[in-house]
Nanobody, 118 residues
């Protein structure tokens, strides 16, 4: 179990930046690839960024590539999402989770709300 707790969301103007954090508990964090997901009202939750267990490889959805950066600190059991050049369409509730746990509804945290004003 990873048991994520997300933080760092808020209201930001278009073009602004935010950094989200995801603190995880449990012994398996450093062995899990992690992802940041987002869900806008009325839409499905989608993966926007992922990082391998050791942090050596990352992947991004086309919609955020070049603007978002995912990173992790295994010693702190924390995953980060640096978001730059935010757009109104980035507004959503952002969640993190272990990629392997995404199919299990009980594994999700409460997320953190990101609102982008135009």
């Amino acid at each position: 179990q990873v048991q994520p707790v997300e933080s760092g969301g808020g209201l930001v103007q278009s073009g602004g930046s935010l950094t989200l954090s995801c603190a995880a508990s449990g012994d398996s964090f450093s062995r899990n690839a992690m992802g940041w997901y987002r869900q806008a009202p009325g839409k499905q939750r989608n993966l926007v960024a992922s990082i391998t267990s050791g942090g050596g490889s990352t992947n991004y959805a086309d919609s955020v590539k070049g603007r978002f950066t995912i990173s992790r600190d295994n010693a702190k059991k924390t995953v980060y999402l640096q978001m730059n050049s935010l757009k109104p369409e980035d507004a959503a509730v952002y969640y993190c989770n272990a990629i392997a746990m995404a199919a299990f509804s009980s594994s999700w945290g409460r997320g953190t709300q990101v609102t982008v004003s135009s």
